[in-house]
Each structure stands twice: as structure tokens, then as C-alpha cells.
């Protein structure tokens, strides 16, 4: 029973150091078991790298799928095309469209035709008010102006042009001969029989504001 106790008191008797040892060791344990401590690096790192994993394949999976779709798409239109049917549909379909826009062009140059056609018969209408002993040469001559000045919104710029060559010869304040004055008018109505056998559409002019001349008739 001594020996017991002695084996007891022994070991309650011993070296202070070995406690201290074993209490270093429980406290050291303690604190690696502690959850609370090891939150900062662990978790931290972690989520981190959850958060990294996640996006990626968020990624990953929107290119996949849009790729997919890519191919899905081209497949389809390819298949669309060299379908017999769908050419059944669109050849007349296009057709259309340009039967269309043809007509549109045509009607166009028609009623651009018409309106030149009746400016230009006026033009020569009243260029018997440039003639010498002409009747109602002032209101002839006054037409005429109104009539060039007309042409502006749809006649090429090589009438005009010519138009007001030939009104430069028979203006009051010049004095020009009579072969001059004739062969400005023949230029004039040569340009005139130009652009009505052309049939031509006017796209661009290179006409400017100072070209454009207000002139009275007298």
C-alpha cells in the first residue's frame, strides 16, 4: 500500500518542470484546437480560391456555350441555304425587289424626262423674244428667264451654263454681233437636244450660289 502511495505521492511529488511541460503542451493543443485561431489564413485562402474556382468555370461554360450556339447558328443557316425551298422563296423574293427598284428608276427618269422636256419647249418658245421686231418680246424674254432660272432644280449644269452664255450676248449693257449672239444660242439649244436624247438622271452639279445670276427683262 506504501509503495502505492509512494508510486502515488511520486508521482504528485514530481519534478515541477515536467508539469509545467505537460501544462505547455495541453495549452499548446488547446489553441491548435481552437477554430476561432484558425480562421485568418485558412479560410481566408479558401474562399479565396472558391470564389477564383467559381468564376472560372462561370467562364468556361458561357464560352462553351456560346461557341456552341456559334456552330448551332451556322449550322443552321447552311442548312437553310442548300435547301431547295428556301431558294423556291428567295430567288422570286429578290426578284421582286429588283423588278421594284427598277421601277422606282424608271419613274423617276420618266418624270424627271416630262419636267425637262416641258422647261425645255418653253426655252425655245420664248427665245423668239431675243428676235428683232418679235411681238410681246418683253414678256417672251421675261418667260425665258423664269424658265432658266427653273432649270436650276433639274437640268445639268451645261444648260445653265449656256443659257446664261447666251443672255451675256444679248444684254443691253454688251454689245455683241449678231454671229456671236447666234452661235450662243445655237450652243445653248445644242445642249438642250444633249441632255433630252441622254436621259440621264442629274446626280451632282458643280454649280455655286455665285453662279446663279438675277437678271430683268427689258
Known amino acids: 500500500m506504501f509503495k502505492g502511495e509512494g508510486n502515488s505521492c511520486k ?64 449550322g443552321l443557316i447552311k442548312e437553310v441555304i442548300s435547301s431547295p425551298d428556301f431558294w423556291k422563296f428567295a430567288v422570286p423574293l429578290v426578284g421582286a425587289v429588283v423588278a421594284w427598284f427598277v421601277n422606282e428608276w424608271r419613274k423617276r427618269v420618266a418624270d424627271q424626262y416630262q419636267r425637262k422636256e416641258a422647261s425645255y419647249k418653253e426655252l425655245l418658245r420664248s427665245l423668239r423674244g431675243f428676235y428683232v421686231g418679235a411681238t410681246n418680246a418683253p414678256q417672251l424674254r421675261g418667260e425665258f428667264l423664269n424658265q432658266l432660272n427653273t432649270a436650276w432644280l433639274y437640268c445639268p449644269d451645261e444648260v445653265i451654263r449656256k443659257g446664261y452664255a447666251f443672255l451675256g450676248t444679248v444684254h443691253s449693257a454688251q454689245t455683241h454681233s449678231d454671229e456671236q449672239k447666234e452661235k450662243a444660242m445655237g450652243e445653248f439649244v445644242a445642249a438642250i437636244r444633249q441632255d433630252i436624247l441622254s436621259r440621264k438622271l442629274v446626280h451632282r452639279s458643280s454649280l455655286t450660289a455665285a453662279d446663279f445670276k438675277h437678271l430683268n427683262a427689258q
Open 11 to 74: 508521482g504528485a511529488d514530481s519534478d515541477p518542470s515536467d508539469v509545467g511541460h505537460q501544462q505547455t503542451i495541453v495549452a499548446f493543443a488547446g489553441m491548435s484546437a481552437s477554430p476561432a485561431e484558425q480562421v485568418p489564413l485558412g479560410q481566408y485562402t479558401s474562399r479565396r480560391s472558391a470564389i477564383f474556382s467559381t468564376d472560372w468555370a462561370v467562364y468556361l461554360i458561357t464560352t462553351w456555350l456560346s461557341i456552341q450556339l456559334k456552330i448551332e447558328t451556322m
